[in-house]
């Protein structure tokens, strides 16, 4: 990818909840150019209620927000691809295996840039570091954040507050 930019893509199911969460708060706290989408979003959808009311509540933006479906073109525009699952990462990889070594789930992403230790820099070089630790395999529970879509506003609360914790620890790292 060119120059100094570095393109987030975050990516969950209907891409109203999780993902542009993730994608408004990272923008705050990683500065970086993020998008979002979703593997099974319709074209248009406004974000949840309770997902622009937890945006607002943090001060993360609220601008609107328009849904829009998993495509081949935007995996490939991202240098970095972060699901909120497992099955979704899968179908990122389906659909653009070239992206298979830029593409995890958020925590697991967190996880090993954890692993990795503070080390400066920039986005392009955690993404090379987190590329060279291995990883034992560990339970889905460490890796899918749950979509509190039909459950009440804390569901939505508790969902910021993972995003945001592991932002915070791509940021350290």
């Known amino acids: 990818m060119p120059g100094d930019r570095f393109a987030i893509l975050f990516v969950c199911h209907a891409n109203i909840c999780r993902s ?3 994608e408004r708060l990272a923008r705050r706290t990683l500065g970086a150019d993020v998008s979002s989408a979703g593997t099974h979003a319709w ?4 974000m949840h209620e309770y997902t622009r009311q937890i945006l607002a509540e943090r001060g993360a933006g609220t601008t609107p927000h328009a849904s829009r479906p998993l495509v081949p073109e935007l995996l490939a525009a991202a240098d970095l691809v972060l699901t909120m699952s497992r099955n979704q990462r899968a179908a990122a990889v ?3 295996p070239a992206a298979a070594r830029r593409t995890f789930t958020l925590r697991q992403f967190g996880r090993l840039a954890a692993a990795t230790g503070p080390g400066g ?12 630790v ?3 395999p560990v339970g889905p529970e460490h890796d899918e954040l749950v979509d509190p879509v039909s459950g ?3 569901g939505f609360r508790a969902c910021a507050d993972e995003i945001q914790r592991v932002l915070d620890v791509i940021a350290r790292a």
């Open 43 to 46: 074209h248009g959808a406004e």
């Open 152 to 154: 009440p506003v804390e």
């Open 94 to 96: 389906t659909l653009l």
């Open 134 to 136: 291995r990883e034992q």
């Open 20 to 22: 542009p969460m993730a």
């Open 121 to 132: 820099g920039d986005l392009r070089g955690l993404l090379d570091r987190v590329r060279g």
